[in-house]
C-alpha cells in the first residue's frame, strides 16, 4: 500500500490548487479516503472524506464551501480541489486510506501548500 | 491546541515500558472505541500501530498494546528498544459531523 500525495504549492490568499493522491496497492473503489492536514506548530486537523461509494462527501466547517474533495477510479487517484484558500489553510496535507468501519490507517507522506502574499 | 491531550515528550530506558496518554471527552474517546495510534519517523508517512484502542495490524510488534478508560486511551511501549525512538499520535473517530480528532503527538526519547 502506497499513497502519494503532490500539488502543494505556493499561492497568494484567493488563489486555488488541486491536490492529488496517487494511490497503489488497494482500489479506492473499495475504501474511504480521507484529507488530514497540519498546520505549522499546531496538531493534526481533518478536513474531507469521501465515502467508499464517491457519493458522499463530508468537510470540516473550516473549509465547507471551499474545497472540493473527489476521486478518479480509472487512475486511482484522490483529489482534493482547494478554492478562495486563506493564509490559515498553509498546512502539510496528507491523504489517508480509512479502514472499514474505522479510522485513518495508511498515510501518505503529505505536500506542503503555502498561502502567502 | 490538538483536540486530544498528549504529553510532548516522554523518554525511557532499553528494555523499560512506557505508556503515552491521550485524552479526550465523552464525545470522541468516551463514546466510541474507534482509537488509533501511530508511529512517525521524521519525513516519513505515519505507520499504524493499533487500532479499534487494542488491536494490531499484522506485522506490527506485540510490544506495543493499547487500552481505555474513560475518555483517556494510553499506549505501551514494552521493552523499549532504540528503533522506537520516534514521534507517535492518537486519533479518535468523534461522530459523523468532527469525524476524527487528533492528539498533538509525543516524543519518544530511547536514553
Known amino acids: 500500500v502506497h499513497l502519494t500525495e503532490s500539488g502543494g504549492n505556493l499561492v497568494q490568499p484567493g488563489g486555488s490548487l488541486r491536490l492529488s493522491c496517487v494511490v497503489s496497492g488497494f482500489s479506492i473503489l473499495t475504501y474511504a479516503m480521507t484529507w488530514v492536514r497540519q498546520a505549522p506548530g499546531k496538531g493534526l486537523e481533518w478536513v474531507a472524506v469521501i465515502g467508499v461509494s464517491g457519493g458522499s462527501t463530508y468537510y470540516a466547517d473550516s473549509v465547507k464551501g471551499r474545497f472540493t474533495i473527489s476521486r478518479d477510479t480509472s487512475t486511482n487517484t484522490l483529489y482534493l480541489q482547494m478554492n478562495s484558500l486563506r493564509v490559515e489553510d498553509t498546512a502539510l496535507y496528507s491523504c489517508?486510506?480509512?479502514?472499514?468501519?474505522?479510522?485513518?490507517?495508511?498515510w501518505g507522506q503529505g505536500t506542503l501548500v503555502t498561502v502567502s502574499s | 491546541q490538538s483536540a486530544l491531550t498528549q504529553p510532548a515528550s516522554v523518554s525511557g530506558s532499553p528494555g523499560q515500558s512506557l505508556t503515552i496518554s491521550c485524552t479526550g471527552t465523552?464525545?470522541?474517546?468516551?463514546?466510541?472505541?474507534?482509537v488509533s495510534w501511530y508511529q512517525q519517523q521524521p519525513g516519513k508517512a505515519p505507520k499504524l500501530l493499533l487500532y479499534?484502542?487494542?488491536e494490531r495490524p499484522s506485522g506490527v510488534s506485540d510490544r506495543f498494546s493499547g487500552s481505555k478508560s474513560g475518555n483517556t486511551a494510553s499506549l505501551t511501549i514494552s521493552g523499549l528498544q532504540a528503533e522506537d525512538e520516534a514521534n507517535y499520535f492518537c486519533?479518535?473517530?468523534?461522530?459523523?459531523?468532527?469525524?476524527?480528532?487528533f492528539g498533538g503527538g509525543t516524543q519518544v526519547s530511547v536514553l
Open positions: 489517508a486510506k480509512v479502514e472499514a468501519g474505522g479510522n485513518p490507517d495508511s
Open positions: 465523552r464525545s470522541d474517546i468516551g463514546g466510541y472505541n474507534l
Open positions: 486519533c479518535s473517530y468523534a461522530g459523523n459531523r468532527l469525524w476524527w480528532v
Open positions: 479499534e484502542v487494542n
